[in-house]
């Protein structure tokens, strides 16, 4: 890569997207196309084909996605399948007829089975059933990630995949209706600051473990692998460290200054008990994550408070 190659990012308006975006610029890279979704529906065929026949981008991120949580997931499963399915399609197959150079596609790691050995290894791809509650977005990546595949192998394309563990930062979606668990916790932690209550209210038992990567960590992880990876088989992307969801309340408590008690809604669901990356192929090719979890809560706080002040939910 150039500083001058003209770079197409899909998804601006993203957390993934607009973080991709400040690292390619503090890199240094000054062309780049990133039009919004109101410039630009990915979903749309024709209005993709055309952009790229009048761009011709030589490198391409996929990070738009239509994202959300469990609530999210589980209301608005058709629109989370043909969404997705479109976005990821269009771009790719455009990518392909007008000669990029090369394209990233971001996937997830909902796309291993619900119940698979724990770190999630590449190879666990398709060896189980996948979470009820978030398999139509899981399919959805599970078919970019192949779609990817067979654009290498039938038309030789230097098309990648990578699947990021969850994430959180500057630029998240704060909606408790469709937001995940980290906004969500921020943005009940501080109301429930803000108005004095006793306690606040989690989901689940609190028992399930997750791992969290700071998004402008996963944005440097791509502006690597766009330079440093060209192999067939998608990479993991994480920290590699994993919490649960009561110690991450009980940090997210902290941050906030959140005084009350923290009560557990049994009656809702956990999702998947344990989801850890395996990151040991991305390590062993020199990159880690830099930013811890207490220090990216921090951060992410701190531009959520930000995003109050300028009335951006």
Not at 141 to 163: T, W
Not at 271 to 295: F, I
Request: proline share 4%; net charge neutral; aromatic share 12%.
């Amino acid at each position: 890569m150039e500083l001058s190659s003209k770079i197409f990012v899909a998804g601006k308006g993203g957390m993934v997207g607009s973080a991709i975006i400040r690292r390619l610029k503090k890199e240094g890279f000054f062309n780049i196309i990133a039009p919004s979704s109101k410039e630009l529906d990915l979903r749309n065929q024709a209005q993709v084909n055309t952009f790229f026949e009048n761009e011709h981008p030589e490198y391409v991120f996929i990070a738009a996605a239509r994202v959300g949580g469990i609530i999210a997931n589980s209301t608005y499963r058709a629109e989370f399948l043909y969404d997705n399915l479109a976005i990821q399609s269009n771009i790719i197959h455009a990518a392909y007829q007008h000669k990029a150079d090369k394209l990233l596609f971001l996937g997830s790691s909902c796309i291993y089975p619900k119940y698979a050995p724990q770190p999630l290894k590449e190879e666990y791809l398709l060896t189980g059933l996948l979470e009820p509650t978030n398999e139509p977005y899981a399919i959805a990546k599970i078919a970019g990630i192949k779609l990817v595949e067979a654009y290498r192998e039938q038309y030789g394309c230097n098309f990648i995949s990578a699947m990021p563990t969850n994430l959180y930062g500057q630029g998240d979606n704060y909606n408790l209706q469709n937001s995940h668990v980290i906004p969500a916790l921020i943005r009940k932690f501080h109301e429930a600051k803000q108005n004095g209550s006793p306690y606040t209210e989690i989901w689940g038992t609190g028992t399930s473990m997750r791992e969290f990567m700071y998004v402008d960590d996963l944005a440097d992880a791509c502006l690597f692998l766009m330079k440093e990876y060209n192999d067939k088989l998608f990479i993991n992307v994480g920290s590699g460290q994993e919490v649960s969801i009561r110690d991450l309340a009980y940090l997210v408590k902290e941050i906030t200054g959140f005084e009350g008690e923290i009560k557990l809604d049994v009656s809702k669901p956990d999702g998947t008990p344990r989801k850890l990356m395996d990151t040991s192929r991305l390590h062993a090719l020199g990159w880690r994550h830099k930013t811890n979890l207490k220090e990216g809560l921090a951060m992410a706080y701190s531009y959520f408070q930000k995003e109050i002040t300028e009335k951006k939910f």
